[in-house]
């Protein structure tokens, strides 16, 4: 099989090294790619927001399936045309993408289907909105609708913070994505990530994660894109999968497939284990990023053929196979990172991979042949181990044998996994 690869982070890099691996593989093709993702894929120069592009070199090719990582792409219709001009595709529709576009059309769809959720109201101004927060009170959830790249959301302690954030939102702080607002009973648990494929009709499972959105150590500081993930979170038990497949993926599946949006491609549901059991906080439409790196990791599985059942409405017919292992990852960001950072700093080393512990590289660039850091998440060091404690002794020895100076990472990824092992 000739496959196309699009994206260019940490979660690309940990799909291209799983798909290499792949004996059904015959060429693989990454566009952007990154030099992390060169070790195992030809990288295309390609604009992915000129689908003709795409499917032209993919024509080119003779590209048998492409596999879309990032939601950009996803929410901008790539999947839909290039399944129009015949090309196979992981990745769902424009209109299913709308789970994660559109954080009101997913409170819409559980409210139709009686999917657990927090209870909550849209608003496309700001004065109606305050008044539903006045007379709710806080703690309470404010949401820019849109894509806002994880920031559009405050989780307000106080009505005065909940009033300046519908403020923000209306002001233009999250652009067009803050033009609705989505006001949200605030969910109190314990929070999980929980990944599933679906053809469309049949769910397939995958493992869970948990990722650390806060910069600092102790979960402090202000929110990112993920500063590391282990897996298996052990708040999902066997029980609160099962009734996560029930209560939440299932009428997600044939609501979708209802509303004349039938969904393909992986469920990354973000979930709040409340007293009352699983509720669903949010939906992402494409693998989390560095949660996808410790899913591969921990797949024994060929990734290829599970990703194309997906794609062509044969999941049934597919099983993922997962070792013991814990695994593990922890980001190495540049200093600065959430807010403002220097660019093309040098990467002097990245020690090799090995059975248990890889590298990937989420934002690197090769500049006179030399490798520079690139973006705010640079590095991926992801290992497994016996246990979560394990896994974490072993990704931190590697990240300490990174050479990079203008590199930081928390030293606690993964601690309520390695409190839960101690007691
Ligand atoms: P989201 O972008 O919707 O995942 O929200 C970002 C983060 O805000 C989540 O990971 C949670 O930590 C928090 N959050 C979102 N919605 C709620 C809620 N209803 N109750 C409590 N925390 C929430
Ligand atoms: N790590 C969170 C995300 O990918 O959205």
Redesign the pocket.
């Known amino acids: 099989m000739k496959v196309l690869l699009i994206g260019s982070g940490g979660r690309e890099h940990a799909l291209a090294w799983k798909i290499a691996q792949s004996p059904l593989l015959d060429a693989l093709y990454a566009a952007p790619g990154n030099p992390g993702i060169a070790d195992h894929a030809m990288l295309v120069e390609l604009n992915v927001e000129d689908h003709a592009a795409v499917i032209a070199f993919a024509k080119e090719k003779a590209i048998d399936f492409v596999v879309i990582g990032p939601e950009a792409p996803l929410v901008a219709g790539l999947a839909d045309d290039l399944r129009a001009a015949g090309i196979a595709t992981f990745g769902p529709s424009k209109a299913a993408a709308q789970l994660e576009g559109s954080k009101g059309f997913t409170k819409d769809l559980c409210a139709r289907y009686d999917i657990p959720t927090g209870a909550y109201q849209r608003f496309k101004s700001a004065e109606p909105a305050k008044d539903y927060v006045r007379a709710q009170g806080a703690p309470i959830v404010i949401k820019a609708d849109g894509l806002a790249a994880?920031k559009g959301v405050t989780v307000a302690m106080t009505e005065a913070e909940a009033l300046a954030a519908i403020d923000d939102c209306f002001d233009g702080a999250f652009g067009a994505a803050g033009a609705e607002v989505v006001v949200e009973a605030f969910l109190d648990g314990e929070e999980a990530s929980f990944f599933c494929l679906s053809d469309g009709k049949t769910a397939l499972a995958l493992a869970t994660a948990q990722?650390h959105?806060r910069v600092g150590d102790g979960d402090t500081g202000p929110n990112t894109?993920?500063m590391g993930?282990y897996s298996p979170a052990p708040v999902m038990t066997a029980t609160m999968v099962e009734r996560t497949m029930k209560e939440i993926i299932e009428p997600t599946i044939s609501g979708m497939a209802k509303d004349g949006n039938p969904f393909s491609g992986v469920f990354?549901a973000g979930l709040m284990i409340t007293a009352k059991g699983p509720e669903l906080i949010e939906y992402?439409v494409r693998f989390?990023?560095?949660?996808c790196q410790v899913l591969m990791m921990r797949l024994k599985s060929d990734l290829l053929p599970i990703l194309y059942a997906t794609a062509t409405g044969t999941l049934d017919r597919v099983d993922a196979e997962w070792r013991d292992e814990a695994a593990l990852t922890v980001v190495l960001a540049s200093k600065g990172y959430p807010g403002a950072y220097d660019k093309n700093t040098p990467i002097a080393h990245i020690p090799e991979a090995s059975e248990e512990a890889k590298v990937f590289h989420a934002g690197t660039a090769l500049k006179d042949d030399r490798l520079v850091a690139t973006g705010g998440r640079v590095l991926n060091v992801t290992a497994l181990g016996k246990t979560v404690t394990e896994a974490q002794a072993h990704a931190y020895a590697l990240a300490d044998r990174v050479e990079w100076e203008n590199g930081f990472c928390r030293r606690d990824i993964g601690w309520q996994a390695v409190a839960r092992e101690k007691a």
């Open positions: 994880g990722d959105k894109g993920g993930a990354f992402n989390g990023d560095p949660e």
